[in-house]
């Protein structure tokens, strides 16, 4: 039987990798990263905007595009990160930020860089974009999820993919698949706007700032899971 390429997994793709990463996020770079970091939280701290602060330091460090997409998403100010971890919270149902979620865990599978961030949270520099594949470890990685949320008694889980995404659809396909070895209540929802729809409510995992900002209450559930896998790469600024 034909088998439809379009359906199958894309192989040897590492999520979340480009080359000049073992340069830029190792060594003399790496402490000068650290060191912008500090300065980042020193503006943030005072008031300045995300982008204007990495910006600034940015340029005052000589840091590359991605050097700098790494200091905004490690980085929060310590009100910030205050607020976001008095919303922590177990909670029996939640809404998972889909593609958030099953791409740090690709990235995490993959070996390729995840930041340990301040406010506690595990980002990669993963960028969406509007296009996705599913690739080798998609499939692992919604097994960790469904794992994850088993060891903590979670009962009903919400997936919620954005429609605008390519394969959207076949992801959503894949969860259920996966779900069907589970005894958690799952319902996978492809909608135009997840992040908007998450801010309004409580039992959120995702690592999206905006959206750990605005929603009632959240789950941390990444830093357990990496900490059970070998051979990741955990970039701590």
């Not at 029996?92 to 791409?103: A, C, L, S």
């Not at 692992?140 to 008694?153: M, P």
């Not at 492809?190 to 009632?216: E, Y």
Request: with cysteine.
């Amino acid at each position: 039987m034909a088998v439809d390429e379009k359906e199958m997994p894309s192989r040897n793709a590492r999520r979340g990798f480009v080359p000049e990463d073992a340069r830029q996020f190792a060594g003399e770079e790496l402490e000068k990263l650290k060191r912008a970091a500090e300065d980042t939280r020193y503006l943030l701290n005072r008031g300045y905007a995300v982008k204007d602060a990495t910006t600034f330091v940015g340029n005052h460090f000589c840091l590359s595009e991605r050097q700098r997409m790494a200091l905004a998403r490690s980085v929060s100010s310590d009100g910030d990160v205050e607020a976001r971890i008095k919303k922590e919270s177990a909670c029996r149902e939640v809404h998972i930020d889909g593609f958030n979620t099953i791409i740090t865990l690709e990235v995490a599978l993959s070996h390729s860089p995840l930041l340990q961030c301040m406010d506690g949270t595990v980002r990669d520099l993963a960028g969406l974009r509007g296009t996705y594949r599913i690739i080798d470890e998609t499939r692992t990685a919604v097994h960790l999820i469904f794992r994850e949320l088993t060891g903590k008694a979670v009962e009903k889980a919400f997936f919620y993919l954005d429609s605008p995404v390519s394969n959207s659809g076949r992801l959503k396909t894949l969860i259920y698949e996966v779900a069907e070895e589970y005894s958690i209540e799952t319902d996978v929802m492809v909608i135009p706007d997840v992040d908007r729809t998450l801010q309004k409510l409580s039992g959120v995992i995702s690592s999206d700032a905006i959206i750990l900002n605005h929603c009632v209450s959240y789950m941390n559930i990444m830093p357990d899971i990496i900490s059970r896998l070998e051979g990741i790469w955990l970039i701590r600024l």
